[in-house]
């Protein structure tokens, strides 16, 4: 029951996007075409799930033990870079036309904050691997789902009729907010 609770924090309560407001970058940048955001959704869920079953190994066999902690954030920047590479590679090879969509956000997974923000969360919380992994995954899922209920929400903009001054980012950006205060409801009143 912990690790369902886990997973649907993740993915609502404490949604990365739109409640932590971490990875905002792709979030805009991606959530043009449901395609698109799947195809950038999957590559976070495989990049954020894999970098925390790596960085929790890392963290608890190597930087622990030679008590070498603050070398954290670099060693999970490194493990991160090398996993996005890897999709990157992957993607240009199965999927050209994906690797072309993302574009430059692909790469931009690196310096995502969100990854590496739970990466280290996972640390601070002291979850175990599968806690780990699977708090990756929920996250990761939650970032996913965001991206595509914005692009949805974007095409069907695109087809209204908008005054010209609203047209494109700065309706992005109110939608965006409004999905926001919405997933911030899940969490509940606090007295």
């Known amino acids: ?3 369902i609770l886990l997973i ?21 940048g991606v959530s043009n075409k449901i395609e698109t955001s799947i195809g950038m959704g ?6 954020m799930s894999l970098a925390n079953l790596v960085t929790y190994l890392i963290q608890n066999y190597v930087l622990v033990p030679l008590h070498i902690e603050f070398m954290q954030t670099i060693t999970f920047i490194f493990v991160i870079a090398f996993l996005v590479q890897v999709v990157e590679i992957i993607l240009k090879k199965s999927a050209p036309a994906l690797y072309q969509a993302l574009g430059i956000y ?10 590496l923000g739970i990466a280290i969360l996972a640390v601070q919380n002291d979850f175990n691997l599968v806690m780990s992994v699977l708090y990756a995954a929920g996250i990761a899922t939650g970032f996913t789902f965001a991206l595509i209920l ?23 950006l109110v939608t965006a907010g409004l999905l926001s ?7 509940g009143i606090v007295k």
Request: hydrophobic share 55%.
């Open 181 to 187: 205060l919405a997933f911030m409801g899940f969490s």
């Open 106 to 115: 692909l790469p931009l997974i690196t310096t995502n904050c969100a990854v």
């Open 42 to 47: 999957v590559a976070v869920i495989f990049v």
């Open 150 to 172: 914005m692009a949805g929400i974007r095409e069907q903009l695109s087809l209204s009729e908008t005054p010209k001054g609203m047209k494109g980012f700065p309706l992005s």
């Open 1 to 3: 029951m912990e690790y």
């Open 8 to 28: 649907i924090s993740a993915v609502l309560v404490n949604n990365v996007v739109l409640v932590q407001f971490l990875g905002i970058c792709p979030f805009l």
